[in-house]
Nanobody, 125 residues
Framework: QVQLVEYGGGSVQPGGSLRLSCVVS????????MGWFRQAPGKEREYVGS????????FRSDSVKGQFSVSHNGQENAMYLQMSGLKPDDTGMYYC??????????????????WGQGTQVTVSS
């Protein structure tokens, strides 16, 4: 089994920054891909970014390029989402996800079997 816990959410003013962390426990060696998703109030959950754990390759959705960055630290069994220039539209619940399948993608919700509980990010003046 794999467990995921997100940290680092909170309230921030527009233009501010936050760094989210996702710590993995359990069968960490089996993880192939990890991802970040977010869900704004009244909207569907959307992909933010992801990382192939073994290769270190990271990806971001077009909507957050230049604003967010994804990183992974294998020694810490953690993935990070560095967010800057935050806007009210970035408000939402941010989720970490992971999967162990090497023949699956790393972007769609269905690509991930394991999910964290989420951490709230609120951008408001």
């Amino acid at each position: 089994q794999v467990q995921l816990v997100e940290y680092g959410g909170g309230s921030v003013q527009p233009g501010g920054s936050l760094r989210l962390s996702c710590v993995v426990s359990g069968y960490t060696y089996s993880i192939y891909c990890m991802g970040w998703f977010r869900q704004a109030p009244g909207k569907e959950r959307e992909y933010v970014g992801s990382a192939y754990v073994r290769s270190g390759s990271t990806f971001r959705s077009d909507s957050v390029k230049g604003q967010f960055s994804v990183s992974h630290n294998g020694q810490e069994n953690a993935m990070y989402l560095q967010m800057s220039g935050l806007k009210p539209d970035d408000t939402g619940m941010y989720y970490c996800a992971a999967d162990t399948r090497s023949n699956s993608g790393c972007e769609a919700e269905t690509d991930f079997a394991y999910w964290g509980q989420g951490t709230q990010v609120t951008v408001s003046s």
